[in-house]
């Protein structure tokens, strides 16, 4: 048999990549977990097996395994998770704590903002809250303007919160690891949208983990540097790619911490390239994506070839409507706009 031949039949035996999602990913990121350390306990509405294990799945199959003492069902209380979960981590506990969708965030904001953001600060540094808030949101679904707000910004303006938001399987497993471990409160940004779309991946060992802080660079370029993160990510490297057929060579950066976000990779990047594109869902106004511009322009004055270019949501509530909702936030066809503006 010739050399080609059996190369040929060893690839035709090869097995394809598994196709895993997000919330796959996050599933076993909680498995893993919790097999690992006892002291790990989650709580929030409709999370043990008998409810269904979670609104859409993302902790089926804990309760069944951990027990009930360690995945617990709640009332629909958001203050009373969170503070729950502040207790717990104060008297050793890991707790992640679900509140259900974004929004609904804002109903325990006395407790996140005054409670387990400042008890570090407030005690002068003798009390920790290792606890992770995970939340889902995201336009997409016709959920209308009480359910899709990404309020990211909120919390990233709290000194003592960190804010991560996965737009891969990869990314989803490794930073719900790290923010388990993490001696500090985390928001954890799920989006809706995401969590079913397979992607060509094999979910890692127990030991992966993406450090908190540190951005990707998904794809390498010298033109235009181009910066999301969640869904808008995943919209941002498709403008990326199309791009690239018109010649215009993209650096693509998932940001996948919000806070505290990467500002060396970034800075790099938008010194090599001297021209920035940012995009997120979240509404533009006072927005994360006004901050990094602003770091930016500081840190590069005069050496932008244009004006940092900021893409986001519509300054208005998310429409029900599903022609206003499509029109909300960027996508991949506004996002190539915007780097054909910029390159010039």
């Known amino acids: 048999m010739s050399d080609t031949a059996t190369a040929t039949d060893t690839a035709a035996k090869k097995p394809a990549r598994p196709t895993v999602t997000i919330l796959a990913a996050l599933n076993k990121a909680h498995f893993d977990a919790m097999a690992e350390d006892p002291k790990i306990i989650s709580l929030g509405e409709d999370l ?65 903002v005054n409670h387990a953001a400042k008890l570090r600060f407030m005690s002068g540094g003798q009390t920790s809250v290792p606890m992770v808030i995970r939340t889902m949101t995201g336009t997409g679904f016709g959920s209308g303007g009480q359910h899709c707000d990404y309020l990211e910004a909120w919390f990233a303006h709290t000194a003592g919160i960190k804010v991560v938001a996965p737009s891969t399987p990869e990314d989803a497993y490794g930073l719900l690891r790290s923010a388990i ?101 979240a509404v533009k106004e006072y927005g994360v994506g006004a901050e990094i511009a602003a770091v930016i322009s500081e840190e590069l004055f005069g050496k932008l070839k244009k004006p940092v270019k900021r893409l986001g949501g519509a300054f208005s509530a998310v429409p029900y409507s599903k022609p206003l909702e499509t029109a909300f936030a960027p996508d991949a066809e506004r996002i190539l706009a915007a780097i054909v503006e910029i390159a010039g």
């Open 181 to 281: 471990d993490d001696p500090d409160p985390v928001i954890f940004i799920e989006n809706l949208p995401t969590y079913f779309a397979p992607v060509s991946f094999e979910l890692p060992d127990s030991s992966h983990r993406v450090p908190l802080g540190k951005a990707a660079i998904q794809r390498e370029g010298t033109d235009v540097t181009l910066i999301s993160y969640a869904r808008i990510a995943g919209e941002a490297r498709q403008a990326a790619e199309k791009a690239a057929e018109n010649g215009i060579s993209v650096e693509m950066i998932d940001l996948r911490t919000i806070a505290p976000w990467d500002r060396e990779t970034v800075l790099a990047s938008a010194a090599k390239t001297s021209r920035v594109v940012i995009a997120h869902e």
């Open 48 to 112: 043990a097996d008998p409810e269904g294990g979670g609104v859409v799945g993302v902790t089926r199959g804990l309760s069944a395994k951990f027990g009930d003492d360690r995945v617990r069902s709640t009332p629909i209380a958001e203050q009373a998770i969170i503070g729950a979960a502040i207790g717990a981590s104060l008297v050793g506990y890991k707790p992640i704590a679900e509140i259900m969708l974004m929004n609904f965030t804002a109903v325990a904001m006395d407790m996140i």
